[in-house]
């Protein structure tokens, strides 16, 4: 038998129904606001609140970018996105509001009352009226299309506005910092996968007059990969790892050289620049590339780390700057790439 999930216009599951001629009910759902189900029998369905599926073992709900916990309304890893949110806790859900906010992929709450289907309350009620469900008055699209296009071109400009809070040292578009002139690139998505049709991300790029052109560098894909990939302690593959990152970021990496240490020359010939150590503050995305030396131990291919706006992480979560006990001895020379 096929079941057929029944949602709300937040996406939340309310009903399951059966295939059969009289589309027996399955299930019936529930929530209380921060999303524990009630009266569910979720072994006939487990895409429940915002449609999101229940992880066997924990009950946590995968809302792709992380996993949320209602029964204590949190995120149980810290949002990708934590340093545009300084002020709020990068494990809270929607602000501790979840009656006026909402968070369809675990990246950023918004205030918006825009579902996961795309429209907001009144929008739904209007698109789900069958005199309205004709396309020909809306160009060959149905009225939610048209809705839905609506929210998207709204969004865009919404995040535009924000782009003095969430871009690199506030730089907005065309601003010149350092010498350098940079644009704003637009993207269907931003921190790996596609996330849907109202929440556009942009990253920043310099300008092709720009001495110190990066063809493309999508830092929310770095960071987001990098973050992905970590380890809990390192496999002695740094190199690799950050190269991953920078090939998620759109960065061309053939011909990159096989030692870490080498990396501060080929990078360089990428478009990134090299930044002083004197009264140095990271910024997300700096990646830095260590020499060789010889310790307790021979580290003959050096290091290289990038920083996700928290730590710095190579093929693992550092515990601060220097990635080991020898590094933090020895403090060999070190390049900073921005």
Not at 180 to 205: A, C, D, S
Request: charged residues 20%.
């Amino acid at each position: 038998m096929y079941y057929y999930n029944l949602s709300d216009h937040l996406g939340n599951v309310r009903v399951v129904v059966g295939d059969d001629a009289n589309a027996t009910q399955i299930q019936t759902n529930d929530y209380t606001a921060f999303g524990v189900a009630i009266s569910s029998d979720v072994s006939k369905n487990k895409y429940l609140y915002n449609g999101k599926e229940l992880q066997d073992g924990t009950n946590w709900l995968d809302y792709g970018a992380r996993m949320y916990y209602p029964e204590l309304g949190r995120w149980m890893t810290i949002d990708p996105l934590a340093d545009a949110m300084a002020h709020t806790s990068p494990y809270a859900y929607v602000y501790n509001n979840p009656v006026s906010f909402i968070d369809p992929f675990g990246l950023w709450p918004d205030k918006k009352d825009v579902g996961a289907d795309g429209l907001t309350n009144e929008q739904w009620m209007q698109s789900s009226n069958p005199a309205n469900h004709g396309s020909e008055a809306y160009g060959g699209r149905t009225l939610a299309d048209q809705y839905r296009q609506q929210n998207r071109q709204e969004d865009i400009e919404r995040q535009r506005n924000k782009a003095n809070q969430l871009s690199f040292e506030n730089i907005a578009d065309g601003s010149n910092f350092d010498g350098e002139e940079y644009q704003m690139i637009f993207t269907n998505g931003g921190v790996g996968n596609y996330i849907g049709n109202i929440y556009p991300y942009f990253y920043l790029r310099r300008k092709q007059n720009s001495s110190n052109y990066l063809d493309k560098f999508n830092i929310e894909n770095a960071i987001y990969t990098l973050n992905q990939n970590a380890l809990l302690q390192s496999s002695g593959r740094c190199a690799k790892y950050i190269r991953l990152s920078l090939e998620a970021a759109g960065v061309n990496m053939n011909g990159h050289p096989y030692s870490a240490k080498d990396y501060d020359t080929f990078l360089k010939s990428k478009g990134f620049r090299e930044i002083s150590y004197l009264n140095y503050t990271p910024n997300r995305g700096d990646i830095v590339v260590m020499e060789s030396f010889i310790g307790k131990k021979k580290h003959i291919h050096g290091h290289i780390q990038m920083y996700n706006g928290i730590k710095w992480i190579s093929d693992f979560r550092q515990k601060d700057f220097w990635p080991g006990g020898d590094y933090r001895n020895y403090k060999p020379n070190f390049t900073i790439l921005r």
